[in-house]
């Protein structure tokens, strides 16, 4: 069996060729030759100091050392999350990715191909062909807190292989949000990237994944494993790796290791003093499971609209996958029916005003 290794680096957006040279000596890719497909996380249209999207000084250093492997392709690309023509070059311009992407970005949400996936009342998904297609897949996350999923690791930036609504659908149709971080894992389990270099110089804390609480971490990690990956973020934010779903679920799916004591740390691996965590972390990481158990049953998280910050654009109700939110009278997004909404967030990732908060 192959050992679990996490590279943890200090890096810094104007210095970080070492860090990266060092992630891709120690993971040795196979890149010459073949057909590479970058892919940063690409949350939404966000300016890079919003610290939601990976950043570009990351994404180039990546692409100029992919370059030098002379690969016969190259592509970066990725599905953001707001729908609509033109959105995903929109959203990677404003992000500073393309001009980061030194000519490689690619909408690879135009060209899709099938593939069986079950969940509820569907059969398959589409996934971009790039992904499908690509002798090597290199995932770029950010290093996040997620309301609904604690952290947006490696295993959450697959969720973007998923070209269209088809995000939303899923979302629907896993209803919980246990249930939710499976099918993030089956999403993932598609088409594993197989290097992983994250973004941690600036992190996010809070209520992420679109928060205004960034944190300097000062940090690049890497890994061709990303349930160790995810377990190493987990523990840096203060979370137990056994309490996130995602990687119970994707360890007992022999997607990787999670128990800290057998994955290889290379580097300085400690806890971020104070991270601010997503409300929702406190019923998850409570010590005694029969309190965990009724906080999952008696207490939801719903979306609050903060009406000093919402512009009233409307794109929270225009995403909702569930249909929950209405513009009544013209004022501000409300949820007339509180059983309607499946609390997927999806209107607190999108909202271009961070006006959404959980209550
Ligand atoms: S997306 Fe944000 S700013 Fe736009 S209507 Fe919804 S809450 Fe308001
Ligand atoms: S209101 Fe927000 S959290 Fe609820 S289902 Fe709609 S997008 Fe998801």
Redesign the pocket.
Known sequence: MRESRVLICAASYDHLKEAVDSAFQLFSPDLEGKKVLIKPNVLRDARPEEGITTHPAVLKAVVEKVISYRPTALWVGDNPGLLGYGMNEFCFARAGLVEAACGFYTNIGIEAVEVPFHLGSIEKISISRAVIEADVVISLPKFKTHGLTLLTGAVKNSYGIIPGAQKATL?RLAGSSERFQEVLVEVFRLRPPDFFIVDAIVGMEGNGPASTELRDIGLILASDDAMALDAVIAYMMGLEPTSLRTLTYGHEGGLGEIALEKISIIGDLRRIPNFKLPPRAGDITGRDERIRELMRKRVKE??SVNHELCSRCGT?VA????H??EMIMGGYPT?PNLD?????????ELCPEKAITLQ
Do not use: E, G, K, S
């Open positions: 979302h719903r979306p929270c995403q909702c996958p569930a929950a939110l949820l309607r909404c499946i609390a997927c967030f999806c209107c607190q």
